[in-house]
């Protein structure tokens, strides 16, 4: 754990024993995806059940090639990506997505890619790059965006382009798809929601009982379940149940303070894993984040008409809805955690929260009355230490 942390120049938690097991699955992710001949690339909140619901195995390619490069980014490789037809001003995300595909062509090791037209326009496009480039498939599929006078048609509309999506996918796959698999895959899917909704109320209480980059590792792991559900579920069960005792003996984690800023997190994270240390570091902790928070928000309904519930879902997660309805869905989940303060995070070169950013903020200034900044980074190393002095002043202004 140590070595893999020292690569990335990020502080973990050592006194959280349980969490090496998921650090482990997070490093043998790739090795995993290597040996896999059903893996499709998937961006960050499609749901990964669609996927498994085939036999197939789910690969949030932004975060794992993205967070992979930290500290050894490829200059010349994200060129290729640009040669390739990615603009130079793509979020560094998508480039060092396709920076890491692109260059291994025939090699790569993606069956095929899914894209879902309306989530993130920049995505969608260099899937297809990556698509064309490595001679693999692309599928897609379209999400209307929340609109709640138009739930009936929105839904149907959901659900036709599930089941033809489940054709042709299940069609390269080799597996049909059928409702009683569907909902199997729901009720694992629901097993990790339903922990990572344990792990966030834990961080309702007062006293901080994990630090902000385990936390925030945990979320990432919705989107995908990093390719196992059951020994995922097995993982966060331990780290709860450890994070509980904390809980319960009142003890804080080793670096955050006895009584810090308690912050809630909007918006894309970087790729840097250093900023959730300095926000430990300059007095503050993580309470809640909402970057896979779509995944996680609500269980799936079990029982009922299974694809009927799974398009309401899909319809309602809050990442489809316009600026002012997601501020709104939002601002439910972020008084839960209680926090003192918020950080809003854009990504240099994402137009869906940038664009958006002062719509959100106001909604929330206006709803919440607490102090909000925001904070903007890109590709380069340098772009998250140079945030620490602005974010030490904010934790610091909310004393
Ligand atoms: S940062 Fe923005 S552009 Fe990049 S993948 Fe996320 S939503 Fe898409």
Redesign the pocket.
């Known amino acids: 754990m140590s070595e893999q942390s020292q690569l990335r120049h990020v502080k973990l938690d050592t006194s959280l024993k349980s969490f090496s097991k998921l650090w482990n699955m997070f490093m043998q992710t790739k090795d995993r995806i290597e040996k896999n001949d059903k893996v499709v690339a998937k961006w960050r909140n499609f749901p990964p059940e669609i996927i498994y619901t085939l036999g197939g195995t789910p690969y949030d390619l932004?975060l794992h090639e993205g967070l992979a490069t930290t500290t050894t980014r490829d200059v010349k490789s994200i060129g290729y990506a640009i040669e390739a037809g990615l603009s130079a001003d793509s979020?560094p995300?998508?480039l060092t997505a396709a920076a890491g595909i692109l260059p291994r062509k025939n090699s790569a090791p993606i069956n095929m890619f899914l894209a879902a037209a309306g989530q993130?326009d920049?995505?969608a496009k260099s899937w297809q790059i990556m698509s064309r480039n490595t001679g693999k498939p692309l599928y897609s599929m379209e999400i209307p965006a929340f609109h709640a006078r138009s739930e009936k048609r929105s839904i149907s509309f959901i659900e036709g382009e599930l089941l033809s999506l489940f054709e042709r996918l299940g069609r390269r796959l080799g597996r049909q798809y059928s409702e009683s698999r569907l909902r199997n895959e729901i009720k694992r899917g629901n097993r990790i929601r339903s922990l990572l909704l344990d792990l966030t109320a834990l961080l309702s209480h007062r006293r901080s009982v994990m630090t902000s980059l385990e936390y925030f590792l945990t979320n990432v792991t919705a989107g995908d379940y990093l390719q196992d559900p059951d020994h995922l579920a097995s993982s966060l069960t331990e780290i709860k149940n450890e994070v509980e005792a904390r809980s319960k003996e009142g003890e804080s984690p080793h670096g955050i303070l006895d009584d810090p800023i308690r912050i809630y997190y909007l918006g894309?994270a970087p790729q840097d894993l250093r900023l959730w240390n300095i926000i430990d570091s300059s007095g503050g902790s993580l309470v809640g984040c909402d970057t896979y928070l779509s995944l996680f928000s609500r269980l799936i309904p079990e029982s009922g008409a299974i694809l009927r519930e799974f398009a309401r879902w899909i319809w309602m997660m809050p990442h489809h809805m316009p600026s002012i309805d997601r501020a709104k869905a939002l601002i439910q989940f972020v008084k839960q955690q209680k926090p003192d303060a918020i950080i809003i995070g854009n990504?240099i070169?994402?137009r869906?929260l940038s664009s958006s950013d002062r719509i959100v903020k106001e909604t929330l200034r206006e709803e919440l009355g607490i102090p909000i900044t925001s904070i903007e980074f890109g590709s380069s190393d340098e772009d998250v230490p140079l945030l620490e002095p602005q974010i030490r002043a904010f934790v610091e202004m909310c004393r």
């Open positions: 932004l979020c995300w998508n993130c920049i995505s894309m990504v070169g994402c869906n």
